[in-house]
Nanobody, 123 residues
Framework: HVQLVESGGGSVQAGGSLRISCQAS????????FGWFRQGPGKEREGVAR???????RYADSLKGRVTISKDNAKNTLDLEMNSLKYEDTAMYYCAATGFGYTDCVSEYQYAYWGQGTQDTVS
């Protein structure tokens, strides 16, 4: 079983930057797919970025160039750095992970483990 705990959320002005982190614990393997999702007010949850077991990072088209996903295998942490933040980036951000032999997982339904979320507010 894997536990995921996000941290680092907060409030920032438009144009600013935020870095949020996800601490993974439990039976975490390097062949897991990790991802960041978000859910804004009145919106459905959407994918932000993900790191496949092939080491390739993939990003939502609307966020390319503004976000970077990275993983520290020694610390079992997954980070998301966001720059040039916009009001519409206001959302609860969730860390997710899954094994089961996937190389990459696009759909949120493929992820088995989720954090509780961290709120990012852009004003």
């Amino acid at each position: 079983h894997v536990q995921l705990v996000e941290s680092g959320g907060g409030s920032v002005q438009a144009g600013g930057s935020l870095r949020i982190s996800c601490q993974a614990s439990g039976r975490v393997y390097n062949n897991y797919v990790f991802g960041w999702f978000r859910q804004g007010p009145g919106k459905e949850r959407e994918g932000v970025a993900r790191l496949g077991t092939d080491g390739i990072t993939r990003y939502a088209d609307s966020l390319k160039g503004r976000v970077t996903i990275s993983k520290d295998n020694a610390k079992n942490t997954l980070d998301l750095e966001m720059n040039s933040l916009k009001y519409e980036d206001t959302a609860m951000y969730y860390c997710a992970a899954t094994g089961f032999g996937y190389t990459d997982c696009v759909s949120e339904y493929q992820y088995a483990y989720w954090g509780q979320g961290t709120q990012d507010t852009v004003s």
